[in-house]
């Protein structure tokens, strides 16, 4: 009878632990019931996937805080926004009754340790509140264009929502100089009223 050798039972021994660590750390790191469910999945899943265990089980995090969060700010928002992530990129998709929802969800997404992009793709129920969709629409793609040419800015960390004129700025700024940048592209916006600055300065305070 063959016998595997020693230090193939302790590969597979420290296989073992590690994937046991990387559960425990990430539990430990969500601090509720509801992330065990999806960081179990995250660990079976990691086997078909490219990202890796470790990256499996950081975006499972990311998405249960996400969800969690909108859950204990608005359960009718919770029901709507749908929430992926891969590789801390964040895709929100589903359908919000008003603008200002899709605007607090993008905002709340960002607030969550280890996200680094939040895309959004929810869809608007009631547009009625909308004035000139045009207009909105001209004005964000216009400081998207502006904030993919400054070569100062990293563009992928912030988010843009504009609703009724008003430009609602989100995301992650590596200092303040840079968060400045992006503030002051928006408020030269010519269809743009008023700015709101929800840009937070990277000094990983995040949940």
């Known amino acids: 009878m063959m016998t595997r050798p020693d230090h193939a039972l302790q590969s597979s021994s420290l296989g073992i632990y590690s994937l ?9 790191l969500s601090g509720c019931v509801g992330a065990v469910a999806g ?7 990691a086997g078909t996937t490219e990202k890796g265990l470790s990256t499996s089980i950081s975006d499972s995090v990311i998405s249960t805080k ?12 919770f029901s709507a926004v749908t929430v992926d992530v891969n590789q801390g990129s964040v895709l929100l998709t589903g359908a919000v009754v008003k603008p200002e929802d899709a605007v607090k969800a993008v905002q709340m997404a960002w607030q969550v ?4 992009e939040v895309i959004n793709e929810l869809d608007i129920q009631d547009k009625s509140s909308i004035k ?5 629409i001209a004005s ?21 929502d504009v609703v009724n004129g008003v ?11 840079e968060m400045n940048r992006v503030v002051a592209h928006a408020q030269d916006l010519r269809f743009g009223t008023t700015v709101v600055n929800y840009i937070r300065i990277n000094e990983d305070d995040r949940q």
């Open 20 to 28: 046991c660590l990387l559960c425990v750390m990430a539990i430990g």
């Open 39 to 45: 960081v179990g999945a995250a660990a079976v899943a």
């Open 66 to 77: 996400i969800s969690e969060s909108y859950f204990q700010d608005d359960v009718n928002l």
């Open 113 to 116: 340790h280890g996200v680094i």
């Open 132 to 136: 000139d969709q045009a207009k909105d």
């Open 140 to 160: 964000q793609a216009q400081l998207r264009g502006r904030l993919i040419t400054d070569l100062d800015i990293s563009s992928l960390n912030f988010s843009i």
């Open 167 to 177: 430009v609602y700025l989100s995301g992650i700024a590596g200092s303040e100089e």
